[in-house]
């Protein structure tokens, strides 16, 4: 166990659909990131906040958009959905901005686009 | 983003010992070399990291070469459970640099019982 959580463990929903992913990080842990794990594409890296602010950006797509809430757990929202979105969803956590820093992975959340 | 290069896949026996080795011939000098992996149905999970000299933990072994181009993941004794997709990742050491992890495809390591 990680430390990390993530809601819900699977979500079915269907094409043009809005749904919210949500993530609480590990106790102290400031930093968050979302990647997106598809069978095409692999581990991709999407967003990282820190502590509240958007730090970096990957591959997002513009309907998507996550944030960062005060007590520190974050939400991607995925709108307009397509059946490409069809993937597992991974939140990480660390302790804060370091170089050589691990990041500690959620169990994900399994999302199937019908 | 500095590239790695690893097998797609190897093969092992049960308490035996595993070498996975990665190539990352445009490595810089800050670039930290980082190991995850990822067995079935769950997130992917930290292993090791260092940056020039080699490393133990609990876990593993990392292997670093001396230029820095190459380095090798071993797991001393496998297991069963050591099953899983091993992914070699170059990670930007320049404070303020970029903290994301860059996956590649990996190497599946099957271990035979």
């Known amino acids: 166990d990680s430390g990390v959580t993530q809601t819900p463990k699977h979500l079915i929903t269907a094409t043009g659909q809005r749904v919210t992913l949500r993530c609480s990080p590990r106790s102290g842990d400031l930093s968050v990131y979302w990647y997106q794990q598809s069978l095409d594409q692999g581990l991709q890296f999407l967003i990282q906040?820190?502590?509240?602010?958007?730090?970096a950006k990957g591959n997002i797509l513009e309907r998507f958009s996550a944030q960062q809430f005060p007590d520190l757990h974050s939400e991607l929202n995925l709108s307009s959905l397509e059946l490409g979105d069809s993937a597992l969803y991974f939140c990480?956590?660390?302790?804060?901005?370091?170089?050589?820093?691990?990041?500690?992975f959620g169990p994900g959340t399994r999302l199937t686009v019908l | 983003d500095a590239k790695t290069t690893q097998p797609n896949s190897m093969e092992s026996n049960e308490e035996e010992p595993v070498h996975l080795p990665c190539n990352h011939s445009t490595i810089s000098g800050t670039d930290y070399i980082h190991w995850y992996r990822q067995l079935p149905s769950q997130g992917p999970e930290y292993v090791i990291h260092g940056l020039t000299s080699n490393v133990n933990n609990r876990m593993a072994s990392l292997a670093i070469a001396e230029d820095r181009k190459s380095s090798t993941l071993i797991l001393h004794r496998a297991t069963l459970r050591d099953a899983a997709v091993y992914y070699c990742?170059?990670?930007?050491?320049?404070?303020?640099?970029?903290?994301?992890?860059?996956f590649g495809k990996g190497t599946k390591l099957t271990v035979n019982p």
């Open positions: 990742i170059l990670r930007d050491g320049v404070q303020g640099g970029s903290e994301k992890l860059v």
């Open positions: 906040y820190y502590n509240g602010e958007e730090r």
């Open positions: 990480a956590s660390s302790v804060e901005v370091t170089p050589g820093g691990e990041q500690f």
